[in-house]
């Protein structure tokens, strides 16, 4: 029998069943993911200078009436919002980077391939060192200048790229080449800005750079969880297609797909929720490499289950890197940023040498 008469000759209702365990088992996969990010808030809400009890976090935030209002002041007024943050700023990083994965055709590419992080800092030092603001015809709060000059820079820089690669047909490869410069433009322009600030804005400066969950605000939670919470659905909906891109490429043009309307679409997506995120609490690396790979390790290539894995990753990881970045210093928070970078770069060096990479 050949393999044809017998790929035929398996029931139906067998190969029915089966795909129903599939889903049934990612499914799984993804409720234990959401269970260990829930699990990991609630250590981070508990983590501090004052440790709580769980059963006070509980309390606290499903009764806040009923406890202490020192306990209420920290959990709502200071550690919610930090928690928020790192949830919400995790899962964007993770599906931000999932998409640059899939729009470069590059397992190694993560939101700051094409200089999101070097502009974003240029954006933030122009503010920081010359008190000067690219969004000074609007009426922001003080408090938001250096985050809107960071996201402005930022945004803008991939939609040039983006645009200027659309235009010329520039390969994917090549739209990566053209990342590099541009980060090295601005980390030479970061650079000279260092150089002539003074002490304390240098000081500024540099822990901006670093990442810092501390930066964060009820305001600033906010709009973050509009604008992933408003990218999610999207990318739903764009799910098959996205599927269809990552499994044959330009070739997808086949089954229906225009795929360049969504490879911008999909790089305007990624710029936009790291943007904010780099905007809101500074260069936070290694999230969006390291999370979707933890996924299609799981689930594999089907985007539907992919990408919500990914944000479930994205935001377990960047929650524990807040537990961490508490705890092995008492009394001290270590930059979010930098605890991301210690976690990641062995990830990061396994994917480099390993044949994960080069089978992707």
Avoid at 155 to 182: D, K, N, Q, S, Y
Avoid at 225 to 240: C, D, E, M, R, Y
Avoid at 284 to 293: D, N, Q, R, S, Y
Avoid at 312 to 320: E, F, S
Wanted: hydrophobic share 60%; proline share 4%; net charge positive.
């Amino acid at each position: 029998m050949s393999p044809v008469e017998s790929y035929a000759a398996v029931p139906v209702s067998d190969s029915r069943s089966h795909y129903q365990r599939q889903v049934a088992h990612k499914l799984a996969l993804l409720a234990v993911l959401v269970s260990l990010c829930a699990l990991a808030m609630a250590l981070d809400l508990a983590i501090g200078s004052e440790t709580l009890s769980l059963h006070q976090v509980v309390q606290g935030l499903l009764h806040p009436q009923q406890v202490a209002p020192e306990i209420r002041v920290v959990l709502w007024d200071i550690r919610l919002p930090v928690t928020l943050t790192a949830a919400i700023a995790g899962a964007g990083l993770a599906l931000s980077g999932s998409l640059m994965q899939t729009v470069l055709d590059n397992p190694l590419a993560e939101p700051f391939t094409l200089g999101i992080s070097a502009a974003a800092g240029f954006g933030a030092a122009l503010a920081i060192v010359f008190q000067a603001s690219a969004l000074a015809f609007l009426p922001l709060p003080a408090e938001f200048i250096v985050t809107g000059n960071a996201f402005l820079f930022s945004l803008l820089t991939v939609i040039c790229i983006g645009l200027f690669a659309a235009r010329t047909g520039l390969a994917p490869e090549m739209v990566v080449l053209l990342g590099i410069a541009v980060h090295f433009i601005f980390t030479a322009m970061l650079g000279m800005a260092q150089y002539l600030a003074d002490a304390d804005q240098l000081q500024a400066l540099v822990f901006w750079m670093m990442g810092s969950l501390m930066k964060t605000g009820w305001r600033k939670v906010e709009i973050l969880f509009v604008i992933v919470g408003a990218a999610v659905p999207v990318l739903g909906l764009l799910s098959w297609r996205i599927t269809a891109l990552r499994g044959f490429g330009s070739q997808a043009a086949v089954l229906g797909v225009a795929v360049k309307h969504l490879r911008m679409a999909l790089l305007l997506l990624a710029a936009l929720m790291a943007s904010s995120i780099t905007a809101t609490i500074g260069v936070v690396g290694f999230i969006g490499l390291v999370a979707p790979h933890m996924a299609r390790m799981l689930v594999g290539e089907d985007q539907r289950f992919s990408l919500a894995l990914t944000a479930a990753c994205g935001a377990l990881v960047l929650t524990l890197a807040s537990i961490f970045s508490k705890t092995v210093f008492p009394g001290a928070v270590l930059p979010i940023g930098m605890v991301t970078s210690l976690l990641g770069v062995p990830f990061f060096l396994w994917l480099l040498l390993g044949h994960r990479a080069r089978r992707f």
